[in-house]
């Protein structure tokens, strides 16, 4: 498989391999400038994280672009408060910039926290602020005095670095409130599920097989989040990170503070849940609870095999390529999509790390590129060049599918569609079969030229259920 020509890479050419040809993908380096990255800036990062905390205040202190493009961006759920779905912003304006925010920010905490009484309330410096120099710790102290709840400052300031260094804000503004908490009543089979954010209700999905276990949730960080569970976290035997790219930092700060041990683990695909589950119950070491988990994952894909079986047979050797933004994704969609029978083509990921490139060659056929931090331009001539059938990826990579009349699948977080568990697995493969055999392809010039394309056959793969 060739990659593209180097005037097209150019420094970014150490940054993508093809899986058989010996090199490595060089990894978290700085978006080259110019290169019109997928990658979004810090505070975007920082927002992303938080933002599901549903009794909390979240307030972005810059210009009204900030908020508004990171109004809702997750399609995360609450089952009770909804006060992070309102985007408060104190509007930066050329005013500010001269005399400073710092009023106008504490003006907009006295309104607001008088007004919604939240638990607690986040507030996130961005570029603007950063570069007039707002004091937004001394705000939010002068704040948490008044009020008497956290007042906690996000420093995310978006030239700080990538979304990268925006996950690293969040996880120091969560560690503020872990800790504070009383952790009575908590029992010595308890986790906390870290790195999921309940996107079309899939932290609900999670729990239940775990109550179904016998395993209590103290905390979900953050995805239908509660400031009282999450200042009481510590109090957990055991964090369960699935997001590692988001919450890894937080994982370690807890084991090193409290002495809890983490695992990560991904509850997309069936082979990866079932894993999930079973490395739980194994950490827990008690018999009953490991045979309730079989039962657990006996009955859920019971369920959903007959119809993935179906579904395999107008998939079987499809072509698919995907791009996202953390790399247990990547992992879990290369072995969700094998189980359907299709062939990865192209595989990258935004915060990719050493390790998970490594073991994403060994989870890809040979000829498989693979690239870390990528842009449209190349994406279009990958997906172009390998003839795929479908894109899997999120809102900014879209475009590049349906101009090029590509199927499209969305799994990141602006999505509607619960894809976590053993029903969520059920659920992406009839999105993708839906939109792979959507007769509309048939009308693309460039699918019609190649109607004929012989299906490459690709052998059945057994999924492990047993512990």
Known sequence: MSLAPDSMLGARLPQVAVVGDGTVVACDRPSVAGSVTQRACTFCGSRVVLYPIGDALH?????????????DIRGALSSGPSLHRLSFNTDIRENEV?????????RALRELI?????????VYATCLTGVIGDDVEAVCRTATAEFGIPVIPVQSEGFRGTKKQGYSAACAALAQLIGTGDTTGIGKVSVNILGDFNIAGEIWTIKSYLERMGVE???TMTGDGRVDAIRRSHGATLNVVQCAGSMTALAKMMQEKYGIPYIQVSFFGLEDCADALYQIARHFADPALLARTRQVVREETAAVLPELARLRTDLNGKVAALYVGGAFKAFSLVKALRQLGMRVAMAGTQTGAQQDYEHLKGLCDAGTILADDTNPLELAGWLASCDVDLFIGGVKERPVAYKLGIGFCDHNHERKIGLAGFAGMAAFAREV?????????????????????AELPVAPVAIEVAP
């Open 433 to 453: 079969h839906a939109t792979v055999m959507s007769p509309v392809w048939k009308l693309v010039p460039r699918r019609a030229r190649h109607a004929a394309r």
């Open 114 to 122: 008088t007004q919604h009484q939240p638990k607690a309330a986040f």
């Open 217 to 219: 949730v103290v905390a």
């Open 59 to 71: 307030l972005v202190h810059g210009p009204v672009g900030c908020a508004a493009y990171t109004w």
């Open 98 to 106: 001269i005399f400073g925010g710092e009023k106008k920010l504490l």
